[in-house]
């Protein structure tokens, strides 16, 4: 469902768009409704496309406000409420679990083959080194 609605949302994106750069601006840049042919009233007139380029957006823009509120309503329709009182993370430890064994951190880093008295060797470079000056 979300995804229908999405490509109508992006459609008219699309389409609103294309309607408001066909408008006549006040300059008179990219109107398509100029000069020539029919009376004043007429469907290509610049008066008449005026007229239903400016319905044509609004109508457009009515229907982007509504899949705009769809898609809000159908992001948050299975959400729980929760308080805003609460921190985000009351329900989980913060922080990293400590093994039961009495362990430390470093016990959980140290490689499973070595012993827990000494420390492995250094892998070897992977590639070759450059010199540092002391």
């Known amino acids: 469902m979300e995804n229908v609605v999405l490509t109508i949302h992006l459609i008219l994106a699309l389409l609103l768009i294309g309607v408001v750069?066909?408008?006549?601006?006040?300059?008179?840049?990219l109107g398509i409704g100029g000069g020539g042919g029919g009376g004043s009233g007429g469907f290509f007139s610049a008066r008449g496309s005026a007229n239903v380029l400016t319905?044509?957006?609004?109508?457009?823009?009515?229907?982007?406000?509504?899949?705009?509120?769809s898609l809000t309503l159908i992001?948050?329709?299975?959400?729980?409420?929760?308080?805003?009182?609460?921190?985000?993370?009351?329900?989980?430890?913060?922080?990293?679990q400590v093994p039961q064994s009495g362990g430390t951190i470093l016990d959980q880093i140290r490689p499973q083959g070595a012993p827990s008295g000494e420390t492995p060797a250094p892998a070897a470079p992977s590639g070759p080194q450059v010199p540092q000056s002391q």
Do not use: K, N, Y
């Not at 948050?76 to 329900?91: E, H, K, N, Y």
């Open 21 to 29: 750069l066909l408008q006549r601006s006040e300059g008179g840049g």
């Open 55 to 69: 319905r044509t957006t609004a109508i457009l823009a009515l229907l982007f406000f509504i899949t705009s509120l």
């Open 75 to 96: 992001a948050t329709w299975g959400r729980a409420p929760r308080s805003i009182l609460q921190p985000a993370g009351t329900s989980q430890p913060a922080g990293p």
